[in-house]
């Protein structure tokens, strides 16, 4: 079993930067795929960013690619989400994820159905 903890979210004014974390524990997760999602009021969750770290590639939705950044600590047990440029429509709950077959299969890094395990949420709020 892999339990998944975030924190770091908050309200911040459109144009300012939040750093997400995620802390895994329960199994040794070098090998897994790391992937955060968000979910707006009334809405699905959307895939934001994924990090498999079988071989340390990122993945990226359009609506964040040069804005936000993910990245694991060297034990790979924490991972980072760096948001900067934040937008009010950014405003979600974001959410950790882990999967171990996405990175293994190499496929499904953008559906949350491909991810077994995740944590509670944090909320982002962006202030226009």
């Known amino acids: 079993q892999v339990q998944l903890v975030e924190s770091g979210g908050g309200l911040v004014q459109a144009g300012g930067s939040l750093r997400l974390s995620c802390a895994a524990s329960?199994?040794?997760?070098?090998?897994?795929?790391m992937g955060w999602f968000r979910q707006a009021p009334g809405k699905e969750r959307d895939f934001v960013a994924a990090i498999n770290w079988r071989d340390d590639h990122t993945y990226y939705a359009d609506s964040v690619k040069g804005r936000f950044t993910i990245s694991g600590d060297v034990a790979k047990t924490t991972v980072h989400l760096q948001m900067n440029g934040l937008k009010p429509e950014d405003t979600a709950v974001y959410y950790c994820a882990a999967s171990a077959a996405v990175g293994y299969y190499n496929r499904g890094y953008y559906s949350p159905r491909g991810y077994p395990y995740w944590g509670q949420g944090t909320q982002v709020t962006v202030s226009s």
């Open positions: 329960g199994r040794t997760l070098s090998s897994y795929t």
